[in-house]
Protein backbone atom coordinates (compact mmCIF):
# COMPACT_ATOMS: atom_id res chain seq x y z
CA UNK A 1 0.00 0.00 0.00
CA UNK A 2 0.86 3.18 -0.39
CA UNK A 3 1.21 6.62 1.79
CA UNK A 4 -2.27 7.47 1.00
CA UNK A 5 -4.09 3.88 1.72
CA UNK A 6 -2.06 3.79 5.03
CA UNK A 7 -3.14 7.49 6.24
CA UNK A 8 -7.32 6.62 4.77
CA UNK A 9 -6.75 3.13 6.67
CA UNK A 10 -5.46 4.78 9.61
CA UNK A 11 -7.82 7.78 9.79
CA UNK A 12 -10.76 6.99 7.89
CA UNK A 13 -13.64 9.84 7.36
CA UNK A 14 -11.13 11.90 9.72
CA UNK A 15 -8.28 12.35 7.44
CA UNK A 16 -9.34 15.21 5.37
CA UNK A 17 -9.71 16.95 8.83
CA UNK A 18 -6.85 15.74 9.81
CA UNK A 19 -4.77 17.17 6.75
CA UNK A 20 -6.56 20.65 7.39
CA UNK A 21 -4.14 20.64 10.58
CA UNK A 22 -0.88 22.01 9.64
CA UNK A 23 1.22 20.11 11.60
CA UNK A 24 -0.32 16.39 11.00
CA UNK A 25 -0.02 17.41 6.92
CA UNK A 26 3.67 18.97 7.42
CA UNK A 27 4.51 15.81 9.25
CA UNK A 28 2.83 13.02 7.34
CA UNK A 29 3.49 13.94 3.93
CA UNK A 30 6.45 15.96 3.93
CA UNK A 31 8.98 15.37 6.95
CA UNK A 32 8.20 11.88 8.10
CA UNK A 33 8.34 10.62 4.24
CA UNK A 34 12.23 11.86 4.69
CA UNK A 35 12.73 10.79 7.92
CA UNK A 36 12.86 14.35 9.38
CA UNK A 37 10.98 14.94 13.03
CA UNK A 38 9.15 18.27 13.83
CA UNK A 39 10.46 19.68 16.75
CA UNK A 40 8.01 20.90 19.34
CA UNK A 41 8.93 24.43 18.97
CA UNK A 42 8.64 24.21 15.35
CA UNK A 43 4.79 23.14 16.08
CA UNK A 44 4.70 25.83 18.21
CA UNK A 45 5.24 28.51 14.93
CA UNK A 46 2.76 26.51 12.95
CA UNK A 47 -0.01 27.02 15.74
CA UNK A 48 1.08 30.71 16.15
CA UNK A 49 1.43 30.75 12.24
CA UNK A 50 -2.41 30.24 11.74
CA UNK A 51 -3.29 31.70 14.51
CA UNK A 52 -1.75 35.60 14.35
CA UNK A 53 -2.02 37.73 11.04
CA UNK A 54 1.62 39.71 11.45
CA UNK A 55 4.75 37.49 12.87
CA UNK A 56 8.20 38.16 13.70
CA UNK A 57 10.38 35.47 14.91
CA UNK A 58 13.50 35.10 15.23
CA UNK A 59 15.64 31.80 15.67
CA UNK A 60 19.04 30.40 15.98
CA UNK A 61 20.56 29.05 12.60
CA UNK A 62 19.81 26.02 11.32
CA UNK A 63 16.76 25.52 13.43
CA UNK A 64 14.38 24.58 10.68
CA UNK A 65 12.94 28.00 10.29
CA UNK A 66 13.27 28.33 6.78
CA UNK A 67 11.92 24.59 6.01
CA UNK A 68 9.07 25.03 8.88
CA UNK A 69 7.76 28.65 8.58
CA UNK A 70 7.78 29.31 4.79
CA UNK A 71 8.49 26.40 2.66
CA UNK A 72 6.47 23.46 4.65
CA UNK A 73 3.75 26.15 5.60
CA UNK A 74 3.14 27.49 1.96
CA UNK A 75 3.02 24.26 0.65
CA UNK A 76 -0.09 23.17 3.38
CA UNK A 77 -1.79 26.62 2.67
CA UNK A 78 -1.52 26.03 -1.18
CA UNK A 79 -2.66 22.35 -1.40
CA UNK A 80 -5.72 23.19 1.59
CA UNK A 81 -7.07 26.23 0.03
CA UNK A 82 -8.21 26.83 -3.38
CA UNK A 83 -6.99 29.72 -5.68
CA UNK A 84 -4.71 30.39 -2.55
CA UNK A 85 -1.95 33.10 -3.62
CA UNK A 86 1.52 33.13 -1.58
CA UNK A 87 4.72 34.58 -1.69
CA UNK A 88 8.17 33.88 0.15
CA UNK A 89 10.37 37.22 0.02
CA UNK A 90 14.11 36.62 0.45
CA UNK A 91 17.26 38.65 0.58
CA UNK A 92 18.28 38.17 -3.21
CA UNK A 93 17.36 36.73 -6.39
CA UNK A 94 19.60 33.96 -6.10
CA UNK A 95 18.35 33.10 -2.60
CA UNK A 96 14.42 33.35 -3.65
CA UNK A 97 15.47 30.48 -6.40
CA UNK A 98 17.40 28.32 -4.34
CA UNK A 99 14.01 28.57 -1.88
CA UNK A 100 11.38 28.04 -4.69
CA UNK A 101 13.57 24.69 -5.45
CA UNK A 102 13.18 23.37 -2.45
CA UNK A 103 9.71 24.06 -2.36
CA UNK A 104 9.23 22.34 -5.99
CA UNK A 105 11.78 19.18 -4.63
CA UNK A 106 9.03 19.28 -1.29
CA UNK A 107 6.00 18.65 -3.29
CA UNK A 108 7.68 16.56 -5.88
CA UNK A 109 9.43 14.25 -2.89
CA UNK A 110 6.32 13.57 -1.75
CA UNK A 111 3.85 10.61 -3.24
CA UNK A 112 0.34 12.22 -1.95
CA UNK A 113 2.08 16.22 -3.34
CA UNK A 114 3.67 15.36 -6.70
CA UNK A 115 0.51 14.60 -9.23
CA UNK A 116 -1.24 17.94 -8.07
CA UNK A 117 1.55 20.52 -10.27
CA UNK A 118 -0.77 21.95 -13.22
CA UNK A 119 0.26 20.96 -16.76
CA UNK A 120 -2.23 23.76 -17.75
CA UNK A 121 -0.76 26.26 -20.56
CA UNK A 122 -3.03 28.41 -18.49
CA UNK A 123 -0.64 28.45 -15.32
CA UNK A 124 2.53 29.87 -14.50
CA UNK A 125 5.38 27.41 -14.05
CA UNK A 126 8.89 28.52 -13.98
CA UNK A 127 12.05 29.67 -11.87
CA UNK A 128 9.87 32.30 -9.80
CA UNK A 129 6.22 30.85 -9.67
CA UNK A 130 4.63 27.03 -9.36
CA UNK A 131 0.34 27.05 -9.61
CA UNK A 132 -0.80 23.97 -8.42
CA UNK A 133 -4.09 21.87 -10.44
CA UNK A 134 -6.49 23.81 -7.77
CA UNK A 135 -5.54 27.35 -8.86
CA UNK A 136 -2.95 28.15 -5.36
CA UNK A 137 -0.28 29.58 -6.73
CA UNK A 138 3.63 29.61 -4.62
CA UNK A 139 6.17 32.59 -6.10
CA UNK A 140 9.65 33.58 -4.46
CA UNK A 141 10.49 36.45 -5.25
CA UNK A 142 13.50 38.70 -3.98
CA UNK A 143 12.97 41.95 -1.36
CA UNK A 144 12.75 44.72 -3.63
CA UNK A 145 10.24 47.77 -5.04
CA UNK A 146 9.06 45.13 -7.67
CA UNK A 147 7.10 43.57 -5.25
CA UNK A 148 4.38 46.17 -4.87
CA UNK A 149 2.48 45.29 -7.85
CA UNK A 150 0.91 42.10 -6.63
CA UNK A 151 -2.29 41.34 -4.16
CA UNK A 152 -1.74 38.16 -2.38
CA UNK A 153 -2.83 36.05 0.82
CA UNK A 154 0.18 35.46 2.45
CA UNK A 155 3.82 36.82 2.19
CA UNK A 156 6.65 34.80 3.98
CA UNK A 157 10.07 37.13 4.38
CA UNK A 158 13.32 35.08 4.75
CA UNK A 159 16.22 36.16 6.74
CA UNK A 160 14.58 39.50 7.29
CA UNK A 161 17.78 41.17 10.01
CA UNK A 162 19.54 41.20 6.32
CA UNK A 163 16.90 43.74 4.59
CA UNK A 164 18.87 47.09 4.10
CA UNK A 165 15.82 48.95 2.60
CA UNK A 166 13.57 49.25 6.02
CA UNK A 167 10.76 51.51 3.90
CA UNK A 168 9.82 48.55 1.34
CA UNK A 169 8.08 46.86 4.34
CA UNK A 170 5.69 49.88 4.98
CA UNK A 171 5.72 51.24 1.57
CA UNK A 172 5.61 48.06 -1.00
CA UNK A 173 4.98 44.90 1.61
CA UNK A 174 2.50 45.51 3.84
CA UNK A 175 0.06 46.82 1.05
CA UNK A 176 0.23 43.75 -1.36
CA UNK A 177 -1.92 41.98 1.61
CA UNK A 178 -4.22 44.92 2.50
CA UNK A 179 -6.98 43.79 -0.34
CA UNK A 180 -6.84 39.86 1.08
CA UNK A 181 -6.41 40.70 4.66
CA UNK A 182 -4.03 38.74 4.40
CA UNK A 183 -0.68 37.55 6.66
CA UNK A 184 3.00 39.04 6.59
CA UNK A 185 5.04 35.87 8.55
CA UNK A 186 9.07 37.17 9.05
CA UNK A 187 11.66 35.10 10.42
CA UNK A 188 15.54 35.66 10.91
CA UNK A 189 18.68 35.83 12.86
CA UNK A 190 19.96 39.15 14.25
CA UNK A 191 22.23 41.59 12.54
CA UNK A 192 21.99 44.59 14.44
CA UNK A 193 20.48 46.01 17.27
CA UNK A 194 18.81 48.61 13.89
CA UNK A 195 18.07 45.69 11.82
CA UNK A 196 14.26 44.71 10.42
CA UNK A 197 14.04 42.24 13.14
CA UNK A 198 14.32 44.86 15.89
CA UNK A 199 12.22 47.55 14.28
CA UNK A 200 9.29 44.92 14.12
CA UNK A 201 9.68 44.50 17.39
CA UNK A 202 8.62 48.17 17.96
CA UNK A 203 5.38 47.61 16.27
CA UNK A 204 2.68 46.40 17.95
CA UNK A 205 0.66 44.68 15.25
CA UNK A 206 3.54 41.72 15.21
CA UNK A 207 3.88 38.91 17.53
CA UNK A 208 7.29 39.20 18.19
CA UNK A 209 9.45 35.99 20.01
CA UNK A 210 13.14 34.73 20.07
CA UNK A 211 14.18 31.24 19.75
CA UNK A 212 17.94 30.97 20.93
CA UNK A 213 19.55 27.28 20.73
CA UNK A 214 19.36 27.11 24.49
CA UNK A 215 18.62 29.22 27.86
CA UNK A 216 19.01 27.97 31.60
CA UNK A 217 15.02 27.29 31.14
CA UNK A 218 15.17 25.47 27.93
CA UNK A 219 17.74 23.55 25.24
CA UNK A 220 16.38 24.24 21.76
CA UNK A 221 19.47 23.02 20.34
CA UNK A 222 19.03 19.17 21.68
CA UNK A 223 15.13 19.24 20.58
CA UNK A 224 16.05 19.87 16.84
CA UNK A 225 19.35 17.64 17.15
CA UNK A 226 18.97 15.13 20.05
CA UNK A 227 22.06 13.16 18.43
CA UNK A 228 24.72 16.67 18.50
CA UNK A 229 26.18 18.53 21.75
CA UNK A 230 27.72 21.74 22.14
CA UNK A 231 31.19 21.88 23.28
CA UNK A 232 32.99 25.18 24.32
CA UNK A 233 36.87 24.94 23.99
CA UNK A 234 38.94 28.05 24.40
CA UNK A 235 37.22 31.17 22.60
CA UNK A 236 35.49 28.58 19.96
CA UNK A 237 31.89 26.81 20.40
CA UNK A 238 31.85 23.25 18.77
CA UNK A 239 29.03 21.03 17.68
CA UNK A 240 30.32 17.86 17.85
CA UNK A 241 28.11 14.61 16.10
CA UNK A 242 27.32 11.41 17.86
CA UNK A 243 31.22 10.06 17.43
CA UNK A 244 32.33 13.25 18.88
CA UNK A 245 33.63 14.29 15.61
CA UNK A 246 33.61 18.13 15.08
CA UNK A 247 31.21 18.85 12.65
CA UNK A 248 31.51 22.77 13.38
CA UNK A 249 32.98 25.29 14.95
CA UNK A 250 32.55 28.82 15.49
CA UNK A 251 33.86 31.96 17.14
CA UNK A 252 32.02 33.49 20.29
CA UNK A 253 30.76 36.42 18.52
CA UNK A 254 29.35 34.32 15.27
CA UNK A 255 27.82 31.84 18.13
CA UNK A 256 26.18 34.65 20.11
CA UNK A 257 24.58 36.13 16.96
CA UNK A 258 23.79 33.26 15.13
CA UNK A 259 22.19 30.65 17.73
CA UNK A 260 22.28 32.37 21.04
CA UNK A 261 20.15 35.32 18.79
CA UNK A 262 21.90 38.44 20.20
CA UNK A 263 23.74 40.48 18.05
CA UNK A 264 27.04 42.94 18.56
CA UNK A 265 26.68 44.41 21.96
CA UNK A 266 28.84 47.55 22.84
CA UNK A 267 31.74 44.94 24.25
CA UNK A 268 32.34 42.91 21.08
CA UNK A 269 31.60 46.47 18.19
CA UNK A 270 34.52 48.19 17.68
CA UNK A 271 31.11 50.84 16.43
CA UNK A 272 28.71 51.22 19.31
CA UNK A 273 25.40 53.07 18.45
CA UNK A 274 26.06 55.13 21.30
CA UNK A 275 29.81 56.33 19.66
CA UNK A 276 28.04 56.47 16.59
CA UNK A 277 24.51 58.39 16.96
CA UNK A 278 26.93 61.46 18.34
CA UNK A 279 27.93 61.74 15.02
CA UNK A 280 24.98 62.38 13.52
CA UNK A 281 23.30 66.07 12.46
CA UNK A 282 19.75 66.12 11.74
CA UNK A 283 19.38 68.84 10.02
CA UNK A 284 22.12 67.95 7.48
CA UNK A 285 21.58 65.83 3.84
CA UNK A 286 23.59 64.12 1.85
CA UNK A 287 24.31 65.39 -1.15
CA UNK A 288 27.02 66.05 -4.29
CA UNK A 289 27.10 69.27 -4.38
CA UNK A 290 31.08 70.91 -4.63
CA UNK A 291 31.41 74.18 -2.10
CA UNK A 292 34.57 75.46 -3.35
CA UNK A 293 35.69 76.57 0.38
CA UNK A 294 35.83 72.92 0.77
CA UNK A 295 38.70 69.79 -0.01
CA UNK A 296 37.57 66.62 -0.58
CA UNK A 297 39.22 63.47 0.00
CA UNK A 298 38.14 59.71 -0.82
CA UNK A 299 38.07 56.64 -0.13
CA UNK A 300 37.37 53.21 -2.54
CA UNK A 301 36.52 49.48 -1.75
CA UNK A 302 36.96 48.11 -5.12
CA UNK A 303 34.83 44.75 -5.90
CA UNK A 304 36.78 43.08 -8.63
CA UNK A 305 33.66 40.67 -9.86
CA UNK A 306 30.88 41.78 -11.87
CA UNK A 307 28.92 39.09 -11.10
CA UNK A 308 25.52 40.41 -9.66
CA UNK A 309 26.17 38.16 -6.35
CA UNK A 310 29.80 39.64 -5.73
CA UNK A 311 31.02 42.58 -3.22
CA UNK A 312 29.89 46.31 -3.63
CA UNK A 313 32.59 48.72 -4.69
CA UNK A 314 32.00 51.75 -2.40
CA UNK A 315 33.24 55.20 -2.92
CA UNK A 316 33.09 57.46 0.09
CA UNK A 317 33.25 61.12 0.08
CA UNK A 318 34.20 63.45 3.19
CA UNK A 319 34.23 67.25 2.99
CA UNK A 320 36.67 69.11 5.31
CA UNK A 321 34.75 72.55 5.60
CA UNK A 322 36.79 75.95 6.45
CA UNK A 323 36.24 75.55 9.54
CA UNK A 324 37.73 72.15 10.09
CA UNK A 325 34.90 69.83 10.34
CA UNK A 326 34.73 66.67 8.63
CA UNK A 327 31.72 65.77 6.97
CA UNK A 328 30.40 62.59 5.11
CA UNK A 329 28.66 64.15 2.07
CA UNK A 330 28.50 61.12 -0.19
CA UNK A 331 28.32 57.64 -0.65
CA UNK A 332 28.21 55.99 -4.10
CA UNK A 333 27.82 51.95 -4.12
CA UNK A 334 27.59 49.11 -7.04
CA UNK A 335 28.33 45.79 -8.04
CA UNK A 336 27.49 43.66 -11.05
CA UNK A 337 29.50 46.06 -13.02
CA UNK A 338 32.31 45.25 -15.38
CA UNK A 339 36.37 46.00 -14.77
CA UNK A 340 36.83 48.20 -17.31
CA UNK A 341 33.07 50.28 -16.60
CA UNK A 342 34.14 50.64 -13.04
CA UNK A 343 37.06 51.72 -13.73
CA UNK A 344 35.62 54.68 -15.74
CA UNK A 345 33.13 55.27 -13.45
CA UNK A 346 35.81 55.67 -10.61
CA UNK A 347 37.48 58.29 -12.78
CA UNK A 348 34.38 60.05 -13.08
CA UNK A 349 34.06 60.80 -9.62
CA UNK A 350 37.23 61.17 -8.55
CA UNK A 351 37.00 63.74 -11.88
CA UNK A 352 33.74 65.56 -10.02
CA UNK A 353 34.97 66.05 -6.75
CA UNK A 354 38.83 66.51 -7.26
CA UNK A 355 39.75 65.30 -4.21
CA UNK A 356 43.32 66.16 -2.32
CA UNK A 357 43.48 62.56 -1.89
CA UNK A 358 42.05 59.27 -3.17
CA UNK A 359 42.97 56.13 -1.54
CA UNK A 360 41.88 52.81 -2.98
CA UNK A 361 42.10 49.56 -1.31
CA UNK A 362 44.51 47.47 -4.07
CA UNK A 363 44.31 44.46 -2.64
CA UNK A 364 41.77 43.13 -4.94
CA UNK A 365 42.74 45.04 -8.19
CA UNK A 366 46.35 45.00 -8.23
CA UNK A 367 48.67 48.26 -9.33
CA UNK A 368 47.67 48.10 -13.13
CA UNK A 369 43.83 49.87 -12.03
CA UNK A 370 45.39 52.25 -10.16
CA UNK A 371 47.55 53.54 -12.73
CA UNK A 372 44.72 52.89 -15.54
CA UNK A 373 43.16 55.68 -12.69
CA UNK A 374 45.82 57.93 -12.51
CA UNK A 375 46.28 58.06 -16.29
CA UNK A 376 42.57 58.70 -16.77
CA UNK A 377 42.88 61.55 -14.08
CA UNK A 378 45.56 64.12 -13.96
CA UNK A 379 46.27 66.07 -10.76
CA UNK A 380 45.08 64.44 -8.28
CA UNK A 381 46.89 62.41 -5.57
CA UNK A 382 45.79 58.81 -6.08
CA UNK A 383 46.93 56.00 -3.70
CA UNK A 384 46.55 52.38 -3.45
CA UNK A 385 46.70 50.61 -0.16
CA UNK A 386 46.85 46.50 0.25
CA UNK A 387 45.26 44.94 2.90
CA UNK A 388 47.04 41.62 2.36
CA UNK A 389 49.26 39.82 4.61
CA UNK A 390 52.75 40.10 5.33
CA UNK A 391 54.17 43.78 5.23
CA UNK A 392 50.63 44.85 5.39
CA UNK A 393 48.68 42.70 8.05
CA UNK A 394 48.52 45.06 10.40
CA UNK A 395 46.99 48.44 7.66
CA UNK A 396 43.52 47.52 7.77
CA UNK A 397 44.19 47.43 11.70
CA UNK A 398 45.37 50.80 11.78
CA UNK A 399 42.61 52.63 9.02
CA UNK A 400 39.79 50.71 11.25
CA UNK A 401 41.27 52.08 14.54
CA UNK A 402 41.77 56.01 13.31
CA UNK A 403 38.32 55.28 12.08
CA UNK A 404 37.47 54.76 15.80
CA UNK A 405 38.96 57.55 17.00
CA UNK A 406 37.57 60.09 14.36
CA UNK A 407 34.46 58.55 15.73
CA UNK A 408 35.57 59.54 19.22
CA UNK A 409 37.16 62.94 18.85
CA UNK A 410 33.21 63.96 19.11
CA UNK A 411 33.44 63.95 23.02
CA UNK A 412 35.08 65.32 25.54
CA UNK A 413 36.92 63.34 27.68
CA UNK A 414 37.81 64.44 31.29
CA UNK A 415 41.04 63.16 33.47
CA UNK A 416 38.75 60.43 35.08
CA UNK A 417 37.81 59.06 32.10
CA UNK A 418 34.15 60.68 32.22
CA UNK A 419 32.91 61.82 29.12
CA UNK A 420 30.60 64.41 27.51
CA UNK A 421 29.18 64.61 23.89
CA UNK A 422 30.46 67.56 22.15
CA UNK A 423 28.04 70.13 20.90
CA UNK A 424 26.78 70.06 16.86
CA UNK A 425 29.11 73.07 16.36
CA UNK A 426 31.87 71.73 17.81
CA UNK A 427 31.98 68.51 16.33
CA UNK A 428 34.82 66.78 14.27
CA UNK A 429 33.50 64.37 12.57
CA UNK A 430 29.78 64.80 11.14
CA UNK A 431 27.13 62.37 9.39
CA UNK A 432 23.94 63.60 7.83
CA UNK A 433 21.21 62.24 8.91
CA UNK A 434 18.17 64.14 7.86
CA UNK A 435 15.20 62.01 8.49
CA UNK A 436 12.80 63.53 5.84
CA UNK A 437 15.32 63.26 3.13
CA UNK A 438 14.90 59.36 1.40
CA UNK A 439 18.34 59.33 -0.06
CA UNK A 440 20.31 60.49 3.47
CA UNK A 441 18.16 58.08 5.27
CA UNK A 442 18.72 55.44 2.64
CA UNK A 443 22.63 55.48 2.51
CA UNK A 444 23.07 56.42 6.39
CA UNK A 445 21.34 53.19 7.16
CA UNK A 446 23.17 51.24 5.37
CA UNK A 447 26.38 53.01 6.51
CA UNK A 448 25.43 53.03 10.20
CA UNK A 449 24.20 48.74 9.90
CA UNK A 450 27.84 47.94 8.65
CA UNK A 451 29.64 50.10 10.92
CA UNK A 452 27.39 48.33 14.02
CA UNK A 453 27.99 45.01 12.60
CA UNK A 454 32.08 45.76 12.68
CA UNK A 455 33.48 43.45 15.56
CA UNK A 456 36.30 42.62 17.40
CA UNK A 457 38.02 39.28 17.78
CA UNK A 458 40.83 38.22 20.18
CA UNK A 459 42.97 35.17 19.12
CA UNK A 460 44.13 33.53 22.72
CA UNK A 461 47.13 31.35 21.31
CA UNK A 462 48.51 34.82 19.26
CA UNK A 463 47.23 37.11 21.99
CA UNK A 464 46.08 39.59 18.65
CA UNK A 465 42.84 41.14 17.78
CA UNK A 466 41.46 40.81 14.36
CA UNK A 467 38.82 43.66 12.74
CA UNK A 468 36.15 42.39 10.57
CA UNK A 469 32.70 42.69 9.94
CA UNK A 470 30.49 40.07 11.23
CA UNK A 471 27.27 40.76 8.44
CA UNK A 472 27.79 40.14 5.12
CA UNK A 473 29.73 43.24 3.85
CA UNK A 474 31.83 45.52 5.42
CA UNK A 475 32.77 47.50 2.15
CA UNK A 476 31.27 50.61 3.59
CA UNK A 477 33.08 50.15 7.13
CA UNK A 478 36.68 49.79 4.72
CA UNK A 479 36.36 52.83 2.16
CA UNK A 480 35.04 54.75 5.37
CA UNK A 481 38.50 53.91 6.89
CA UNK A 482 40.45 55.01 3.66
CA UNK A 483 38.51 57.83 3.14
CA UNK A 484 39.00 59.04 7.05
CA UNK A 485 43.00 57.73 6.33
CA UNK A 486 43.65 60.40 3.26
CA UNK A 487 41.22 63.22 5.35
CA UNK A 488 43.45 62.61 9.03
CA UNK A 489 46.00 60.10 7.86
CA UNK A 490 49.57 60.62 9.53
CA UNK A 491 51.55 58.40 11.76
CA UNK A 492 50.73 54.98 12.68
CA UNK A 493 47.94 53.63 14.64
CA UNK A 494 47.96 50.21 15.68
CA UNK A 495 44.87 47.94 18.17
CA UNK A 496 46.40 47.01 21.43
CA UNK A 497 44.95 44.39 23.75
CA UNK A 498 45.48 44.68 27.54
CA UNK A 499 44.14 42.47 30.21
CA UNK A 500 41.58 43.95 32.90
CA UNK A 501 39.31 42.89 35.56
CA UNK A 502 36.50 42.32 33.20
CA UNK A 503 37.92 40.69 30.20
CA UNK A 504 39.59 41.78 27.61
CA UNK A 505 39.29 46.08 27.35
CA UNK A 506 40.59 47.45 23.87
CA UNK A 507 43.06 50.31 23.81
CA UNK A 508 44.40 52.37 20.86
CA UNK A 509 47.57 54.02 20.76
CA UNK A 510 49.47 56.42 18.43
CA UNK A 511 52.77 55.31 17.11
CA UNK A 512 54.75 58.05 16.40
CA UNK A 513 57.43 57.71 13.45
Not at 248 to 261: A, G, K, Q
Not at 461 to 485: M, P, R, W, Y
Request: with cysteine.
Amino acid sequence: MGLMDDLVEKYGKELNKKLADPTFFIDELLFKPKGWIMPPYGKEWLKLAYKHKRINFTAFRSSGKTEIMLIAQAIHRAFTQKNWDGIIISNSLKQSTEVLRRVRDGILDSEILRNSLSSSKYHEQNKTTLTLKNGSRIRSLPYNDNIRMNHVDWVGMDEIGLYRDHDLMKSAITPIVTAKEGSIHCIGTPMSKIDLIHKLRDNKSYLSKIYPAYTEKMDLFKQRYSDREIRKVGGKFQILLADKSIFEEYDSLTWNREFLCVPLGNEDNLFPYELIEQSFQYDLTMNNTLNTNSRYYMGIDFALSAESSADFTVIIILERTKEGQLILCDMIRWKGMSYNAQKVRISEVIRYYKPVKAILDESSFGASFLDDVRREVRGVSIEGMRFTAGAYTNVKQDIITMLRSTFESNWRVYSNNEKTPLENEKKNFVIPRERTDGKTMKLTTEILEELLSFGIKYDEVKHTVKFEGIGSHDDIVVALGLANFAANGSGNLSPMVSRGSSGYRKMFVKKTR
